[in-house]
């Protein structure tokens, strides 16, 4: 592991406020125009394009040879890499500033940095391990009942997604189709969904594979985390609601996927690691982790309707809200021995806080429709997403000085 020092500065120019500072140097998959592919990462308003590094000799060409996708490293090939990008970028290190023509080559600013889909998941699972979610959601759709179901402090609940729908921020969201019924008295209606929602969430990449039949011990569970990007997993509501039971959510939360482009290592994150979150009762063995994986790590959701020039927030999270840490979760899906893949894809579930400022989704915040998001800018309101809308998260952990940020992830609805 390797901790940039908080007092730490670059060189290149990097506002307090930039998701992007030296404490982080995240990786990513630019596509330069005329170019092939390449890994990146970010510093400051700038995408930085390690193949352009590596060809000046910046990088150890030895160890560095192809830079056209995450799979050709391993979780510690990237520490190290990231620990290279340090020294070249600190600034008592003037060999890179001193060289314009690499850095010409080489900087990208980020509004103009075409970033793909970082890794092209084998598989997906989503989450269910935000409790006040969970509560929220019970509370609306089972008044008379506890709001949460007898297994939720026992296990991570969960779900194995669709794989094939996970994009990058900024793609466009088709408004998807399934069954509905609107009338409990009257048959199913099939078409577009009329409760299309976003749901708040951070993700992690796996890092290693491990065999078919062997459980990976919580001990081992870090070692197979590459790192994190934020998530939003869209969601059909009136759709999961008449389809989900009783094998969970299939149609309505199949369609599409949203990832942040920078995937951020531990490493960036550790010095905002939670040390201490008390579970109610104590976790079973395989789920008991020495060391809880939980970050204080601010998260915002902003909304831009078609007819409003600028983003609104609309609600302001947080990643401590977790209830199951990232490692218990993996720890739980690898517990009966299923293999897992290099670059899997595991969704934590919707964060929201515990007031109504901070919930995840628009079924939260609007209480199941009964409470219009006003936009200020046109007057307009909203329960859930209309065509035109764009939905945009962000997420960081603010340091002394500084930030360790994942940038935006972004989807406009379309019909």
Known sequence: MFIVPATARSWVA????????????????LAPEGRHVTLATAIGDF?????????????????????????????????????ELYELFVDTNSELRNDADTRSKAFVPLENARMLLP??????????????????????????????LPNYRHLP?????????????????????GQTKPKPEEPPVFGPTKEFDFELEMGFYTSRPSAMGHPVPIEECEDHILGFVLVNDWSARDVQRWEYQPLGPFLAKSFATSTSP?????????????TTYEQDPEPPAYLNSPKGMRYDLRLEVELKTAKAESYQRISASNAKYLYWGFEQQ??????NGTPLGYGDLYASGTISGPLEGSFGSLLELTWRGTKPITVTETGETRTFLEDGDSIR???????????????????????
């Not at 000799?57 to 890499?81: C, M, N, P, W």
């Open 14 to 29: 990097v506002d307090p406020s930039s998701d992007f500072s030296l404490q982080n140097l995240p990786f990513g998959l």
């Open 47 to 83: 995408a930085v394009d390690l193949t352009v590094l590596r060809d000046a000799g910046y990088l150890s060409i030895h160890k560095y040879r192809v830079l056209d996708a995450f799979e050709e490293f391993t979780k510690e090939d990237l520490q190290e890499l990231r620990r």
């Open 119 to 148: 890794i092209r998941p084998p598989a997906f699972v989503d989450f269910y391990s935000g409790i006040h979610h969970a509560s929220n959601v019970g509370m609306m759709f089972r008044p008379d009942q506890p709001p949460l």
């Open 157 to 177: 609940v969960g779900y194995n997604g669709r794989a094939s729908s996970v994009v990058v921020s900024g793609t466009p969201i088709h408004r998807p189709s």
């Open 262 to 274: 920078w995937v951020v290592l531990p490493d960036a994150l550790e010095p905002f690691r939670i």
């Open 330 to 335: 993996l720890a739980h899906q690898a517990c």
């Open 393 to 415: 998260f962000s997420g960081y952990a603010q340091g002394d000085g500084f930030r360790v940020g994942f940038g935006n992830v972004e989807g406009t609805v379309g019909a």
